[in-house]
């Protein structure tokens, strides 16, 4: 399971990565446009830098979720969680309907809205590069360090060393461990950095379990309301059978 | 005219209007029409045509399960009302989703391409077999019409009664996982209304909803066409309604207590008032009116019961589906397309149902459009007889040109800004301030940069080094600011002045002085403009101007500047970080400024990043230093 590690402290805010993600994955240049949200990401940029009081730069992207609601959702299949750890996206599958932006708890899917073949946009942690045992154009660019490369667990360890070799600078704790499942794409970091993901009230819920109840329901249900019909309808039948055979008699008699 | 007429006027006229508009979505995307955003993906055609569309539909299988396997044939003449009814629903939703949709020729792909962990692959595929199933139910009525199928009808006939079992079994799958697709937003959807029993919130209040619909469209038929009422079965059945009303109104109660959500409904907020009037529409009024006989035996009273339960759950389904799901960019507002669209559908629905009513045997009594006398000859002879076939059809040529207009008025009413620029705002440019040092920063957010003007006039070889940056002036200007002709920001601008030109009061120039004869008159065969303003270009400039249109700030700032950035980096010690963004950008405000000056968007946390396309390889520009 491939991972990113992103260190907020050692970000310059240079855009490298920006520019390498563009230039990697084909992505036209990008103007201003009144469906876009305020945080950078488009259908045009994969990856973006957000600025914070203080020269903080954290750089948001697709989180590639370990329990991605977005798979979870999409009707057809054209979103698929890969062995690597990147979720990759098929346009070829893609019917349009937009439920994947609707579950992702982080916001990230973007969409063609100009154009009249529209697909869904995000980052694929370059999946191209990852399978040819190259790593992913971003962390490829940056000149500090501070996006980097590697198995999961291995990153989660490097995280960990840090936040404890200099416990004043960090806030204690790696960002993307356990979240909402966890996900591949981590972060460290001396503020913090809840604002990556909507406000959840109350425990932080694995997503795609909390639909797995009424979706396992399904085929119990579908066969009970037909055995509960069935039941009236034979009910009802036997009842107006009755009837008719009551007022035969009476007419006999 | 009478009622039916102007009635029908006014859905052909929204219709029209609404396929010149889905017309114009199908060609330009989503963006050309709609105020969709990233923010906010799903808009009025799902959270008012798709979901409470279906929900409303409900009647279909409702109806049938009360009249075939309950066995209460005293509502038997409504049965087929109730399917029609259904069966129209259902088309309107599949109809919105293909305008709502980005790839709705994809749309069967669920058949396919499996997922069974997604709520909406399960509700596709039960909307493609419940679709097919109503369709199946309402055939048969089409069909007695003629002869010639009739196998098919009596054998449809023959086994209605597994068709509504099939109904009844799909429909409750459908209508409560339309409740789970928003089971998986607890973060999004406010918690008044998220509860992980929302499929059987749907299911219920689906089923209470379907025979009110049923009601509703019978008062309403009985209202235009001047029929008598049947008020005995009506209240009946919308007792009947009253008592899932109920159960549906506990449940949804006892939930949010249990989940101890119950101040959050005290709290005045904008959400709890939408709360209390989504309860009191849905619950409390229809209750209140079809609890006592007097009152739900009354046509007034059935009439305010209906729509009040209609609106209530309508407003129940568009809440969950948009207006409570967390606002994350700018308030969504629709347009005025958005809207049309959503009515239109509404109204190509009802002006079938009307058909089909008047058309076939649906009520057991032809209904029929007072103007209209299908034996007798049309009331005059006109040459649309001839264009429209039967008279039948050329009796509804008000329709038609009422039609033919809206269609026309809402091909004019697009706006060509917004197909054309898609959505792109232009931003007006300000001029660059400062004095050795400039802080340029056109859209005046805090994302300028500042550019050290006296210290490049140095490098680049003191007064010599000028054109290789400066290329136009305005007329009359010797020191034109480059915010005077790339005025957008993001967008290009147009520096040339036709009427200006061309006005006797201004330059009073024939055509033939600027465009060659035997050639078309366009800007690009047009003669430079320099040709004639020879204080325009000044000598030795570097950058040809070639166009009459302004490249966006943004992209002149750029190639002017990255190109030589970009060659440097790589050829200068030391200078790696000359290409890199954040050494010519910077985030706060310099000192040098004057302080009148005004940052519109200090508070933003982020400011919009226009990455250009930068051409590194073919950086090999005279820029010599």
């Known amino acids: 399971m491939k991972a990113i590690l992103t260190d907020i402290t050692r970000c310059i805010g240079c855009q490298e990565c920006v520019i390498a993600c563009k230039k990697y994955n084909n992505l036209d240049s990008d103007i201003p446009r009144q469906w876009h949200r305020n945080d950078g990401l488009s259908a045009r940029n994969w990856t973006s830098i957000i600025h914070k009081p203080d020269n903080h730069f954290i750089r948001k992207q697709c989180r590639h979720c370990l329990e991605p609601a977005c798979v979870s959702a999409c009707p057809v299949a054209a979103l698929v969680k890969t062995d690597e750890g990147a979720i990759i996206y098929d346009a070829a599958k893609c019917i349009g309907c937009r439920y994947c932006m609707i579950a992702c708890p982080y916001g990230i899917p973007r969409y063609d809205w100009d154009k009249a073949v529209p697909y869904i946009q995000k980052c694929n942690l370059c999946y191209s590069r990852i399978t040819q045992g190259k790593q992913p154009a971003c962390t490829e660019a940056c000149p500090t360090e501070a996006t980097i490369f590697g198995d999961r667990d291995e990153l989660l360890a490097e995280a960990h060393r840090r936040i404890k070799a200099d416990p004043d600078k960090y806030v204690d704790r790696v960002f993307g461990e356990f979240e909402i499942g966890g996900t591949s794409i981590l972060y460290i970091s001396d503020i913090d950095l809840g604002f990556l993901s909507y406000p959840v009230r109350g425990e932080t819920p694995v997503l795609p379990k909390t639909t797995a109840p009424a979706m396992n329901a399904v085929p119990p249900a579908f066969i009970g309301m037909g055995a509960v019909m069935g039941g009236i309808y034979w009910f009802c039948k036997r009842r107006e059978k009755i009837q008719q055979e009551k007022t035969n008699d009476k007419e006999q008699s | ?625």
């Open chain 2, 1 to 625: 005219m009478n009622r039916v007429n102007i009635f029908k006027s006014v859905l052909w006229a929204i219709t029209g209007a609404a396929i010149a508009f889905g017309i114009t979505r199908m060609f330009f995307g989503l963006g050309s029409v709609s105020n969709l955003s990233d923010a906010t993906p799903w808009g009025i055609w799902k959270g008012l045509n798709v979901i409470p569309g279906i929900a409303l539909a409900a009647g279909g299988f409702v109806v049938t399960a009360i009249i075939y396997i309950m066995r209460r044939n005293e509502y038997h003449r409504y049965a087929k009302v109730a399917v029609l009814l259904a069966f129209l629903g259902y088309l309107t939703a599949a109809t919105a989703l293909v305008v709502e949709l980005g790839l709705p020729w994809m749309v069967w792909h669920p058949i396919i391409y499996w997922q069974h962990h997604s709520a909406l692959f399960e509700v596709s595929w039960c909307v493609m077999l419940y679709l097919a199933v109503l369709f199946l139910e309402f055939i048969t009525v089409p069909l007695e019409e003629t002869n010639r199928l009739a196998k098919i009808r009596r054998f449809l006939n023959k086994y209605k009664i597994v068709l509504v079992f099939l109904g009844i079994m799909i429909s409750t799958l459908h209508q409560s996982s339309l409740g789970t697709l928003f089971v998986i937003t607890p973060e999004k959807l406010h918690p008044l209304w998220y509860t992980p029993l929302l499929p059987i919130q749907f299911f219920i209040s689906a089923v209470a909803s379907g025979p009110l619909m049923l009601i509703l469209a019978v008062l309403t038929i009985s209202y235009l066409y001047r029929k008598p009422l049947e008020k005995e079965k009506l209240a009946a059945l919308g007792f009947a309604s009253m008592i899932i009303l109920v159960i549906y109104g506990l449940l949804r109660l006892i939930d949010i207590g249990v989940q101890g959500k119950f101040p959050l409904a005290f709290e005045g907020t904008w959400q709890a008032v939408i709360f209390w009037i989504e309860i009191a529409l849905a619950i409390i009024l229809p209750v209140l009116l079809l609890s006592l006989r007097r009152w739900r035996n009354s046509a007034p009273a059935l009439w305010l019961a209906t729509i009040s339960a209609v609106v209530g759950i309508g407003l129940n389904r568009a809440n969950i589906a948009g207006i409570m799901l967390l606002q994350t960019g700018p308030v969504y507002v629709p347009t005025i397309y958005e809207i049309t669209i959503s009515l239109g559908i509404l109204s190509a629905a009802i002006l079938v149902f009307l058909f089909c009513l008047e058309r076939f045997n649906i009520w057991e009594v032809k209904w029929q459009d007072p103007r209209e006398k299908p034996e007798s000859p049309p009331e005059f002879s006109r040459p649309a007889d001839v264009w429209l076939g039967t008279p039948r059809i050329a009796g509804r040529t008000i329709y038609s040109l009422i039609f033919i207009g809206f269609l026309s008025l809402g091909f004019a009413m697009i706006s060509t800004e917004r197909i054309r620029g898609a959505g792109a705002e232009e931003v007006p440019v300000t001029k660059a301030r400062g004095g050795d040092t400039l802080f340029v920063n056109g859209n005046r957010d805090a994302y300028g940069v500042t550019f050290a003007h006296e210290d490049h006039v140095g490098r680049l070889g003191q007064n010599e080094s000028c054109v290789l940056c400066h290329h136009m002036n305005l007329p009359l200007d010797k020191q034109s600011g480059c915010h005077a002709c790339h005025r957008n920001m993001y967008t290009v601008a147009d520096v040339f002045r036709h009427d200006w030109h061309a006005d006797p009061g201004g330059g009073n120039l024939t055509c033939g002085e600027c465009h060659p004869p035997e050639s078309q008159r366009l800007s690009t065969t047009a003669k430079p403009c320099a040709e004639c303003h020879k204080d325009l270009i000044p000598p030795g400039a570097v950058i040809t101007v070639e166009q009459y249109d302004a490249p966006s700030y943004t992209d002149a700032m750029h190639s002017l500047c990255m190109d030589c950035h970009h060659q440097k980096a790589q050829t200068l010690e030391g200078k790696e970080n000359l290409a890199q963004c954040a050494t010519c950008h910077i985030i706060d405000i310099p000192d040098y400024l004057p302080s009148e000056i005004e940052i519109k968007f200090r508070d933003t946390t982020f400011n919009h990043v226009v990455v250009p396309d930068i051409d590194t390889a073919g950086a090999e520009k005279d820029h010599s230093i």
